[in-house]
C-alpha cells in the first residue's frame, strides 16, 4: 500500500497508545440499528468491471463473521482509518482522472467515493476487520444523487464510514435513502436495502 500503508500505520500506533475511546452507542430501536436487506439485485457495473481487473479484491474471505462485536480499540481502528483516507485522497471525478463516467480502482492520492471506499475496505481488512462485515453501499445522498459509502456491520448495527464526513453514524442517522449493498455471502453478489426509517447514533462516542 505504500505511502497510504505506512502512514495508517504510523497515526494507529501513536493513537492506539494514547486514547481511549467510548464504545459504540445507539439510540432508538434496536431494529432501526440495523438495515434491512430483501433481494438480490444487480451490483453497479463499475464493481463488476474492477471485479474483472482485480479479481483478488473480490472473492470471500471464508471468515463467516457477519457482524463484528467491536471493541473500544477496533471502533478506533475504524474512526482512525476513515479519517486517515478522507484525509489522504483528494476528491476527484473519474471524468477527470479517465476520461470516463465510472472506474472504480483503489487510489493512491486522489479518486471518487467509490475509490476511497475500496481503499477504506482494503485496510481495514488487511487490520483484521473480516471482509463480510465490510460491504460497500449504495445510496442516494439528500440531492437525490448517487454515492457510495462503506457499511461496518456490527453487533452493536450498521456503522456508515463516508468520505464527506468523519464522522461514524448509524445507517438510519446518515440522512441517505439506502438502495444496495454486497452480500455477506458473497462480495460479488448485492441485496437491495429498504430506506432508513430514523434512529440517530454516532459509533465510538458517548450519546449526547
Not at 505504500?2 to 432508538?28: D, E
Not at 452493536?156 to 440522512?175: F, K, M, P, Q, S
Request: include cysteine; hydrophobic fraction near 40%.
Amino acid at each position: 500500500m505504500g505511502k497510504i500503508g505506512r502512514g495508517v500505520a504510523l497515526l494507529l500506533g501513536c493513537l492506539l497508545a494514547l486514547a481511549t475511546p467510548s464504545l459504540a452507542s445507539t439510540s432508538g430501536t434496536k431494529a432501526s440499528a440495523f438495515a434491512h436487506e430483501y433481494a438480490e439485485t444487480l451490483p453497479p457495473i463499475g464493481f463488476v468491471e474492477f471485479c474483472q481487473r482485480s479479481p483478488e479484491n473480490c472473492q470471500p474471505d471464508g471468515s463467516r463473521q457477519r457482524r463484528v462485536s467491536m471493541s473500544e480499540e477496533k471502533w478506533l481502528l475504524v474512526r482512525m482509518v476513515n479519517a486517515f483516507v478522507n484525509g489522504a485522497i483528494a476528491p476527484v471525478t473519474d471524468e477527470t482522472l479517465y476520461g470516463t463516467p465510472e472506474y472504480w480502482t483503489i487510489p493512491t492520492d486522489a479518486g471518487d467515493c467509490e475509490d476511497v471506499v475500496l481503499l477504506k475496505k482494503k485496510i481495514l481488512m488487511s487490520k483484521g476487520i473480516p471482509e463480510e462485515a465490510l460491504r460497500i453501499t449504495v445510496v442516494l445522498d439528500e440531492h437525490g444523487e448517487g454515492h457510495a459509502v462503506l457499511t461496518v456491520t456490527t453487533a452493536a448495527g450498521d456503522y456508515i464510514l463516508d468520505n464527506r464526513r468523519n464522522e461514524i453514524r448509524v445507517w438510519a442517522a446518515t440522512g441517505y435513502t439506502m438502495l444496495k449493498r454486497q452480500s455477506a455471502q458473497d462480495p460479488r453478489k448485492w441485496v437491495s436495502l429498504e430506506p432508513a426509517r430514523g434512529g440517530s447514533a454516532i459509533a465510538g462516542t458517548a450519546s449526547k
